[in-house]
């Protein structure tokens, strides 16, 4: 199958070499190349930095590009790029690891990246923009919200909701029914058996606040 979509990508550090190979596995895609803040990447990235990330327009329009994919690992600026290239039309494309298993039920937005070994159950929404990366698993019925995170290894049990830009740290474990807030952050290793504020950090075994950031 000839690629119908070309996929110009928002950043090229590491977490972009991972969106690559992802976003290599389908078939349908054309990657152009890619954007970043200074124009450089990391090394062996294995596709042509071709500029700077704020010149998206003339980029796309010089490499007939219809599609994008904003590879940064940091939630904010992710959200913040994805915005500006929905604003110029383009149209976002997900990066889906052929060494994913997901349910034929799950719902994955535009612009989100799931990576080899993560799980997606039945009934799982994931939102656009948010990453779930390797190994990560998102049982049935849970939402995941835009720009989310969720990282390596972490456990998210049924029936959770993780909101909107939340981080969920490295091998961290979600119980059944539990509520991230928008902008929250687990630590790597945490045990969440309590909802979490909005903007709060909560670390530890079990987990407990530490910090309620930007007034919460």
Same mark, same amino acid.
């Given at each position: 199958m000839s690629p119908e979509r070309r996929v110009l990508i928002l950043g090229a550090g590491g977490h972009a070499r991972v969106c690559l190979e992802a976003l290599a596995d #389908? #078939?349908?895609i054309a990657l152009v190349g890619c954007l970043s803040l200074d124009g450089s990447g990391v090394a062996a990235l294995g596709l042509a930095i071709l500029g700077l990330d704020t010149d998206v327009a003339s980029i796309a329009r010089t490499h007939a590009a219809t599609h994008y994919f904003v590879a940064i690992g940091n939630n904010a600026a992710r959200e913040r790029a994805d915005q500006r290239c929905s604003d110029l039309g383009l149209v976002p494309v *997900? +990066?889906?690891s052929r060494h994913a298993m997901v349910s034929r039920t +799950?719902? *994955?937005g535009g612009g989100a990246a799931v990576f080899a070994g993560a799980v997606l159950n039945a009934a799982a929404v994931i939102?656009?923009? +948010?990453i779930i990366n390797t190994n990560a698993s998102v049982d049935h019925d849970c939402a995941v919200g835009d720009y989310a995170h969720i990282a390596p290894g972490a456990a998210i049990a049924g029936n959770v909701t993780i909101g909107r830009g939340a981080l969920i740290g490295v091998g961290a474990v979600i119980v059944p029914g539990v509520t991230i807030g928008e902008h929250a952050i687990v630590g790597a290793g945490a045990v969440v058996l309590n909802d979490v504020p909005s903007a709060a950090s909560v /670390?530890? /075994?079990?987990a407990a606040v530490i910090s309620r950031d930007r007034g919460q």
């Open positions: #389908d #078939d349908t *997900v +990066a889906m +799950a719902q *994955v939102g656009k923009g +948010a /670390v530890g /075994v079990p």
